[in-house]
């Protein structure tokens, strides 16, 4: 037990430290004002944006983007071509797309950090095999010049290997639309949970940390301003949709969700 609990806070940065705008300042149960206060204070003297979440599994944003990572590993094992997601998710406005980020992350990290929030939250956090797979060849990504893609010479082309871990029976086929929106989706439904446990306070501390934290296409104004632009109860349509097709709990819409559809609102 601390001496003095109310004047620890945490600060999670995010990689490369050199590069990320972003910090995550942590409180703790019995963290007061004044500390968390002067660590906001300080985060912005290192010239660094910072949100201020609950100590929790996976705190905001490691949270949010790993169900996106994840979700990106289920349609690839359903048959998907991991190519054409990224390319999907780049049209969109990501910088790079989850397979080229999970090579730029490396593997063994992702995996690791995965199945942190997989014992935190269970089922629905399930880490998808082929991850796991991939994680046993310990094919880490750009640090071992093999991850879903081969890093050669300067060259980048696709690990087609890959495809060997996928069993012929799970094709499925899925519309470009559909691609985007189970990735959408799933962050929405994750980060409205984050909303109702009170892991933060407000829908632009998800949309500022997402932006600044995972590269979030700016343009979008954020994670939750663009659910709200796509009209939450088309959200939540989807999601019911995705739970019904791929008989996954996953998908459940969270009461937060449900509430603001029953009560005709949005995030913002």
Known sequence: EAINPERIVGMHFFNPVHRMPLIEVIRGRRTNEEAVATIVDFSRKLGKTAIVVKD?????????LVPY????????????????????????????????????????????????????????????SLLEKIYQKKWFGKKTNKGFYIYKNKKIIPNNEIYNFISDKKKISLSSDDILMRIICIMVNEAARCLGEGVCLEPSDVDIGMIMGTGFPPFRA????????????????????FENRFNSARFKPCAYLMKLVVNKQIFY
Do not use: H, W
Not at 222 to 241: M, T
């Open 69 to 128: 990572l994840n979700e990106a590993g289920f349609m690839l094992e359903e048959g998907m071509d991991f190519q054409e997601i990224d390319r999907i998710i780049t049209s969109f406005g990501m910088p790079m797309g989850p397979f080229t980020l999970l090579d730029e992350i490396g593997l063994d990290i992702g995996f690791k950090v995965a199945k942190i929030l997989e014992d935190g939250f269970g089922e629905r956090m399930r880490v998808c």
């Open 56 to 64: 929790s599994c996976g705190f905001l944003i490691n949270r949010i």
């Open 222 to 241: 954020g994670l939750l301003y663009y659910a709200d632009s796509i009209g939450i109860d088309k959200i939540v349509g989807k999601l019911k949709e």
